[in-house]
């Protein structure tokens, strides 16, 4: 019999699917409870911020689903409009209005009248464009003002068009409580788009036209909220801030079932996991969904008798090109290499890993420390500016790396040059003997 390649279940590139979203319960209701509000012309913004890998994206797009109303909540069912985004350097004002607009269209103009209706609404923004419109923030300002007054203009009639029972339904074939705008990788907005005062002003340009059914929801890295605040002061009081932290074991444990679980509906032969495997998968990932999704890949792709041991974890999260490789050179390589330059500080880092993520005094850093007293203290303080390493609250003088894997990775992958420089010396004895 020919063996069929198994479907592996975990998915460490992408959003994780609504239907194998683990946790964040809380985070839920309270998104639950915010389109709640918006629906009876309360609105609420909202920020979704953690780190790389935490499961923003993720959260963002099981919103989508409870939004669009393709996951019923409770007794409710709710019908927004979403249109879901996201930013890069590069985008401009005009850029961002028109990616609104661009997702209003696909969205809307379903029917002949829709699309009579949004062509005749949102004229203006093809005539900017037409005239090669280019927004520079300072002495196009008052035209900016003007666009932007514009927009919320066309936005508010849309949504009022949208919301409306009787017109929807001839017009768009679907009545919507309201609308959601949704911008994901928002930390990379540029200082020239200004994302905190072009929000702040949308909303109240809104509130004025008495348009109270958007919300709106940015999804970034932790420095979101100063992207924010250096944009206006003010703007991140508008928002309620979900932070997203790590999931608990129990949790890390139901993302390895759910996986399990899905490969043996897509595999005729199952799939099963040991205890001592699981341990292992769940202390690597640290709670970390972009990790068990990544250990777990692998450990899926290194089995080979339809039994997930801890051998299978082993070899898939250390081989080359195993889980620990890939995800270092995702997180920690820029990290190691390219934002400290000097070897001392990555010496610092090494001494640090042999504790994993544990608490490291710095006379016990001293103690292996090769060079200087000066140079000890200013590689320490250039680590904690950078929140490369973290230091005790209320102790001075210690220290610790952020997570196991960046220990361990700095362990397996990275070369130490002395002992690469005493294994040379070691070659050399040997010739000499
Ligand atoms: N709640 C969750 N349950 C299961 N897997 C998740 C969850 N959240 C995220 N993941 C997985 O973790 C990885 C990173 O998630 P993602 O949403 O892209 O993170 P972020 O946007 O914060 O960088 C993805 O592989 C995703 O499938
Ligand atoms: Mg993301």
């Known amino acids: ?38 629906r009876s012309d309360q609105p609420l913004n909202f920020l979704i911020t953690g780190e790389r890998g935490i499961g923003k994206s993720s959260l963002m797009n099981y919103l989508i689903f409870v939004a669009s109303g393709e996951i019923p909540v409770d007794d409710t069912e709710f019908k927004f409009l979403v249109i879901d985004t ?36 949102w004229a203006f923004l093809q005539r900017v464009e037409a005239g090669g419109f280019r927004l520079k923030s300072a002495e196009e300002a008052e035209h900016d003002q003007t666009l932007l007054d514009r927009f919320a203009y066309s936005l508010a009639e849309t949504v009022e068009r949208v919301c409306s029972p009787a017109e929807s339904m001839d017009m768009f074939n679907a009545n ?21 005062s072009f929000f702040k002003l949308l909303m109240e340009r809104l509130q004025r036209r008495g348009c109270g059914k958007v919300m709106v929801g940015l999804v970034g890295l932790n420095q979101l909220r100063d992207v924010l605040r250096e944009s206006h002061p003010s703007s991140l009081r508008m928002f309620d801030d979900i932070q997203l932290g790590r999931l608990t074991d129990e949790e890390v444990n139901r993302v390895i079932d759910s996986c399990l679980q899905k490969a043996n509906l897509d595999n005729q032969v199952p799939t099963s996991i040991d205890e001592e495997a699981r341990d292992l998968l769940v202390a690597l990932s640290e709670g970390y969904p972009h990790f068990i999704q990544q250990f777990g890949y692998s450990a899926f792709m290194a089995d080979q008798d ?70 000890l203290s200013n590689a320490i303080k250039a680590l904690r500016d950078r929140h490369i390493i973290l230091s005790k609250e209320g102790t001075r003088g210690v220290y610790r790396l952020q997570h196991k894997g960046f220990a361990l990775w700095i362990k397996v992958y990275t ?19």
């Not at 070369?415 to 003997?433: F, G, H, K, Q, Y």
Request: proline share 3%; hydrophobic share 35%.
């Open 176 to 196: 919507y409580d309201g609308l959601l705008i949704l911008v994901d990788e928002a930390d990379n907005s540029s200082e020239e788009l200004q994302l905190g």
């Open 306 to 375: 339809d039994t997930i041991d801890r051998q299978d974890v082993i070899n898939g999260a250390f081989g080359g090109g195993g889980a620990l490789e890939l995800i270092g050179d995702r997180y920690y390589r820029n990290d190691f290499y390219n934002k400290i330059q000097k070897e001392s500080y990555r010496q610092v880092l090494r001494i640090m890993a042999d504790n994993l993520d544990g608490w490291v005094t710095k006379k016990e850093i001293r103690a292996k420390f090769k060079g200087k007293d000066s140079l």
């Open 86 to 121: 996201d930013i890069d350097q590069s985008t401009t004002r005009l850029g961002l209005l028109k990616k609104i607009e661009l997702g209003l269209e696909k969205e809307l103009g379903k029917t002949e009248k829709a699309r009579k209706f949004l062509s005749f609404t």
């Open 415 to 433: 070369t130490d040059p002395a002992a690469i420089e005493s294994s040379v010396n070691l070659d050399a004895d040997d010739d000499r003997s």
């Open 1 to 38: 019999m020919v063996e069929v390649p198994k479907l592996n279940p975990f998915n460490p590139n992408f959003p994780v699917h609504p239907g194998m979203f683990v946790g964040r319960l809380g985070e839920i209701l309270r998104l639950e409870s915010y389109l709640l509000q918006t």
